[in-house]
């Protein structure tokens, strides 16, 4: 499976996780000081963190989906040139942004890893590799 089928499938699993979430939250047949404190804090705290997560989600495919179009824009010719300067500077993006990403990815496992706490979810295993 490729970043984006795993990325969809972790949107989904959250996508569970938000309505079985707000369904707990809505119920009526929890009373009490307890419960009360319980419906707050799932309505406060993880339902916004499942919204963050989900739009971080989309924000990082359509800035995927940015970068392809433009890695396929590239000159393909046989002999086309690219100065030693221009490979060394995008070596340097990428390492920054795969630690970004890399710890981005920690978050939103963190995060699921929480939320699968309070309702019954299975957090999907990476399929693959990170870039050396």
């Not at 000081?33 to 993880?46: G, V």
């Not at 989900?54 to 940015?66: K, P």
């Amino acid at each position: 499976m490729n970043l984006c089928g795993l990325i969809n499938q972790w949107a989904e699993e959250l996508e569970k996780v938000r309505v079985q979430t707000e369904a707990v939250a809505q119920m009526g047949e929890i009373k009490g000081e307890a419960a009360k404190s319980i419906k707050n804090y799932m309505q406060e705290i993880h339902i916004p963190l499942i919204g963050y997560i989900q739009q971080l989600f989309t924000e990082y495919l359509s800035r995927m989906f940015l970068y392809c179009n433009e890695y396929y824009k590239l000159d393909t010719r046989l002999y086309a040139k690219i100065s030693q300067d221009r490979l060394e500077e995008q070596l340097t993006v990428i390492q920054t942004r795969t630690d970004v990403f890399l710890e981005i990815e920690n978050n939103v496992s963190t995060g699921v890893g929480m939320a699968s706490g309070l309702a019954n979810v299975s957090m999907p295993l990476p399929s693959y590799q990170p870039v050396q």
